[in-house]
């Protein structure tokens, strides 16, 4: 228990059919080295104490009492373990016998939960000796105590309140009306599952997708132990298809045919939150009739097993990557075409510099007059050099254009902002936010006005990265008519100009597309540098983007502080090739305009202390420039995580960061 996170673990021990003592054995020996392995919850196969191919055998009182012992003994060495595990077991009570998981820990065993449904078809034919189970928790003798007996049992850790535990028992998963179901609704948010699920051709594939589902659907974690060798052949073969799934994504799983442990870390926080997020989540209100059964787990520190992505907004995987950016460049220009079409404009305006964002605007700008049956000579890109501009950048933004069939207009603001300057008594030399933004809101006069010349709407070009840092000028880069860009972040903006350049099919436009790709991010707001190089790269200024996009994705996605995200990125950007990237100073390393931070995802890695100061950059401009962000233009949302002061984030433009940033001093 960390933070939130917890190991798990499915075991599938070797066994022998009705031998309990040997059993046992093999069931403690996993136990022993799940615990080594800091794993918590631990859930072994339906029956597995005795086997679940006993058959008559399970009507023999000599094999009932055996289990029993097996079960006492496996409990009183769960007080020196420290975990919870549930193993299944045939349980005799009144007059009727039962399917059972055991959950022990603590020394003790806790409570037992019987299979509720009963499966008597097919190869199965267990109404010959199980009675349906009890869901209303009775008292049942065991060894001289009492324990509870009942479906309706919920095993809730002192120590860590989001660790709430039900189980169901194989065929209980696989009915019309689980009674997992009821246990999300009671607010468990681990339901375990003790199975003997056979292999037949293609089995494995709908209980991946049953497993997978069932915790996506509830919102939970689930681990589900399967049986395996040992198991009689007589008529049947058992794979030991151990599954480990959280909210729809399957986190481990064991090879089939083979015997021993699957470990996965579940992140509790993160179901906490995603419930928490929907509305429509019933909540524990439906807790009638569940009987809490307290156990005790001490915290440790653990080193995940558990990937955590670097690049959350950007899939790895190259196609599954393509399909995304197809989608997304849909939405984009779909949103757009219904703009224009509710306007009844045939004219598109938009600054067009070189750079990604605004190559990324044009690219849509032109899908949407494709739909529409607009001739794209009707987008009129302007370029507007002035004291920053870059031969390079500007020659690209040209080319693009052309290639595009788009119309280019080139005026020269140098005269207007130098005039401007003069009017305001501000001195050129001195390069400081006046300086930047005042050619900033000089480009955005110019484009509203030309729109107003040709009835036309002026398209935005900032991203999402960009909004959540405030990193562009308040009314001037800022202001748009319909901002396309407005819920794409900054790593994903990089992709979908590849995608596009890649699929274009013309190679012209994507020699210049890569060209663009290639250059270093930047606002160009200050004089080139040596040979007329950038000399402005926005990543020494704010901060590396994909640090503060996987930033952006857990604070706004799931809630998650300071403190848990920074873990997460020492995580997820773990070693220390990254020192150039502190705070405060240029980053070393070539400084040419082709090197630009171009990974495929990501490859970097960061110090802890780097990781720790650029996340106190994001929280403290993330919090003051809200103002910038509650009066955004419209845009389409085409993610989970949006900006919109309309839709996704609604929050005040007052409010201060202060217990953010304490928390990120305390690391």
């Known amino acids: 228990m960390d933070q ?32 080594d392995a800091q794993a918590k919850l631990l859930v072994f196969p339906e029956l597995c104490i005795t086997a679940y191919t006993c058959n008559d055998l399970f009507l023999q009182d000599r094999l009932l009492w055996e289990a029993k012992k097996t079960l006492q003994m496996l409990a009183e060495a769960t007080a020196g373990l420290d975990l919870l595990a549930f193993v299944g077991l045939p349980w005799e ?27 008597n078809y097919s190869e199965y034919y267990e109404g010959r000796y199980f009675a349906s189970g009890n869901e209303t928790p009775v008292w049942v003798d065991f060894m001289g105590e009492k324990i509870p007996m009942g479906s ?38 681990v339901v375990v599952n003790c199975s003997a699920s056979v292999e037949t051709v293609g089995k494995d594939d709908y209980r991946r997708s049953l497993v997978a589902g069932q915790s996506g659907r509830l919102i939970c974690g ?38 021993g442990m699957t470990f996965a870390d579940m992140d509790l926080w993160r179901l906490k939150s995603e419930r928490r997020r929907m509305n429509t989540y019933p909540g524990s209100l439906a807790a009638d009739g569940y009987l809490s059964v307290p156990f005790r787990l001490a915290p440790e520190r653990l080193k995940l097993r558990r990937f955590i992505d670097p690049a959350p907004f950007v899939p790895h995987d190259a196609g599954e990557r393509n399909k995304r950016c197809e989608e997304i460049l849909n939405i984009q220009s779909m949103g757009l075409k219904k703009r224009l079409e509710h306007t009844g404009t045939g004219c598109a305006v938009l600054g067009i510099s070189g750079g990604l964002d605004s190559t990324l605007a044009l690219l849509v700008t032109a899908r949407a007059f494709d739909l529409l049956g607009i001739p794209r000579r009707q987008i009129i890109a302007v370029t507007m050099p002035c004291f920053g501009t870059t031969d390079r950048t500007y020659h690209n933004a040209c080319v693009m ?10 005026i020269d603001i140098r005269k207007a902002v130098t005039q401007h300057f003069t009017d305001i008594g501000h ?10 933004n005042s050619q900033a809101r000089e480009r955005t006069q110019v484009l509203m006005d030309i729109a107003n010349q040709e009835n036309g709407m002026v398209i935005g070009t900032g991203d999402m990265s960009e909004l959540a840092l405030g990193w562009a000028t308040y009314n001037g880069d800022h202001m748009s008519m319909y901002g396309v860009n407005a819920s794409v972040p900054k790593t994903l903006v990089r992709h979908l100009v590849r995608y596009y350049a890649d699929t274009c099919g013309e190679e012209a436009l994507a020699a210049v597309l890569l060209d663009v790709l290639d250059t270093p991010v930047s606002p160009e707001l200050l004089p080139p540098g040596k040979g007329g190089k950038i000399s402005q790269k926005t990543e020494d200024l704010v901060g590396p983007y994909e640090l503060h996009d996987f930033f952006m994705y857990h604070m706004l996605r799931f809630g998650f502080g300071p403190a848990r995200i920074y873990r997460m990125a020492l995580e997820a950007f773990a070693g220390g090739n990254a020192a150039d990237l502190v705070p405060e100073q240029p980053a070393k390393g070539p400084a040419d305009e082709g090197s630009g931070r171009n990974t495929e995802v990501s490859g970097s890695a960061y110090t802890p202390e780097v990781i720790k100061q650029w996340l106190k950059t994001f929280c403290r401009r993330f919090f003051s420039q809200q103002f910038k962000r509650s009066c955004l233009p419209d845009g389409p949302k085409v993610g989970t995580v949006a900006l919109s002061p309309r839709g996704d984030l609604r929050m005040p433009s007052d409010a201060v960061s202060r217990i953010w940033m304490e928390e990120i001093e305390r690391l």
Not at 162 to 179: G, M, S, Y
Not at 226 to 240: I, K, M, N, P, T
Not at 402 to 409: D, F, I, Q, S, V
Request: include cysteine; glycine fraction near 10%.
């Open 222 to 259: 689930y681990v589900y132990a399967s049986a395996g060798e040992g198991e009689s052949s007589q008529d049947l073969v058992f794979g030991g298809h151990d599954l480990i799934a959280e909210n729809g994504t399957v986190l481990a799983e064991a090879k089939r045919f083979t015997t």
């Open 427 to 436: 001195d050129p030399e001195r390069h400081d936010v006046t300086y930047e």
């Open 93 to 119: 009570w009144g007059g009727r016998l039962y399917n059972t998981a055991a959950a022990i820990g603590g020394g003790k065993v806790l409570g037992l939960v019987p299979k509720l449904h009963i499966p």
């Open 152 to 189: 309706k049992l919920l095993f809730v850790c002192e120590q860590m309140p989001e660790l709430r535990v039900a189980a169901e028992v194989c065929e209980d998963l696989w009915v019309v009306d689980p009674p997992s179901i009821r246990h999300a609704l009671a607010g468990a948010t």
């Open 4 to 35: 939130g996170y917890i190991r798990v673990a499915a075991a599938t021990p070797k066994i022998r059919v009705a031998d309990p003592v040997y059993n046992g054995e093999q069931i403690l020996a996993l136990m022993r080295e799940g615990a």
């Open 401 to 410: 254009t052309e290639k595009l069939g788009a119309t280019l207009r080139e």
